[in-house]
């Protein structure tokens, strides 16, 4: 049985990524063929988004952590400096005659954009498993603790500083036409901050609520050890306790089309279907983006299983060593 789900795995890459060579080249083929405000260069640009995003969504929950996380490294070092660059280009007004620059720009920004939601998503929880032992001094500041869940408002608050800067800036027709390296450039970050914020704060929900921001450092503290997590004690158990419900991969799905939506604006969802404008589709982008960042800090403990699943049984086994000593009231948490 094991043999047979491993050849259908592979049989839905190998199609998913060889489907990816007819897209691409569809994308290029529209994007010079047309011109730049017809019904088929949005619909080039709906449908190529919405295949990548459903390409490296599959890919995620089908492949190895480790070869995902390669190549989401991989598409991200290589195409974020090379959108980046082309915008510069642009902006100083260097034009390459003998290859379509602006088509390699959109192609980058779209491969980026679609694998960033599951690629970030799993890096939180690499993060998580490498800085979540609490004897470690870069955690502490002085003899004081501070909670990620004031990081996360910290985050929130940059993100919406960042936004009033955007919705400045596009008011400017200079700003929002010849020079949108500067609004791409505070783009990134928002989304970066906005997403970080809402994920630990969420995770961190109930420190939050109780308005627990900075904790002075514990001297000694009781509980199991585990390899990543230390220590596991009895006010750590909740924790460690996933929702009813799983949130996380619907979560790293409304991040993707949030995202993009985000980025893309008109050019994914397109108006003339929808009757929406570009700002009303950013601003829905921003919204989605955020709840989705609490959906996965919500249910982080369940992705970290799925990504670590040798750590979560050590982890489990932990905090069921932990229940069996407890009073049978406080076992139900």
């Not at 404008?277 to 955020?290: K, P």
Request: proline share 3%; glycine share 4%; with cysteine.
């Amino acid at each position: 049985m094991k043999i047979l789900y491993r050849i259908l795995k592979a049989l839905i890459i190998l199609f998913l990524t060889i489907s990816c060579f007819f897209f691409l080249y569809y994308f290029f083929y529209f994007d010079q063929h047309y011109i730049w405000d017809e019904i088929e260069i949005s619909i080039n640009w709906m449908v190529t988004i919405l295949f990548f995003i459903i390409y490296f969504y599959i890919l995620f929950f089908l492949i190895d952590f480790r070869a995902f996380n390669a190549v989401f490294l991989l598409i991200v070092m290589v195409g974020t400096p090379v959108w980046i660059l082309i915008y510069f280009l642009e902006f100083l007004n260097i034009e390459f005659t003998f290859w379509n620059w602006s088509a390699i720009r959109d192609l980058a920004s779209i491969l980026c954009f679609s694998v960033l939601p599951p690629g970030l998503s799993s890096s939180f929880i690499k993060y998580i498993k490498s800085n979540s032992n609490q004897n470690k001094e870069k955690r502490i500041f002085r003899r004081y603790r501070i909670h990620e869940g004031f990081v996360g408002i910290l985050f929130i608050i940059i993100a919406f500083s960042l936004w009033i800067i955007r919705l400045v800036m596009i008011q400017n027709e200079t700003l929002r036409r010849e020079l949108r390296i500067f609004l791409a450039l505070d783009m990134i970050p928002l989304i970066l901050f906005l997403f970080s914020g809402s994920f630990l704060t969420f995770r961190d929900r109930r420190d939050v609520l109780k308005l627990k921001f900075v904790e002075k450092r514990k001297i000694q503290v009781t509980g199991k050890s585990s390899t990543i997590f230390n220590p596991i004690t009895i006010n750590s158990i909740k924790f460690f306790k996933s929702p009813k419900f799983v949130l996380f991969p619907l979560g790293i799905l409304f991040f993707s089309f949030g995202l993009n939506m985000f980025i893309h604006g008109t050019d994914f969802i397109i108006k003339e279907l929808f009757n929406l404008s570009h700002e009303s589709i950013v601003f829905l982008g921003f919204l989605l983006c955020f709840i989705a960042g609490g959906m996965i800090g919500i249910d982080w403990y369940r992705l970290f299983g799925k990504i670590y699943p040798n750590l979560y049984e050590e982890v489990e086994h932990k905090i069921n060593e932990i229940k069996m000593n407890l009073d049978p009231k406080i076992k139900k948490l």
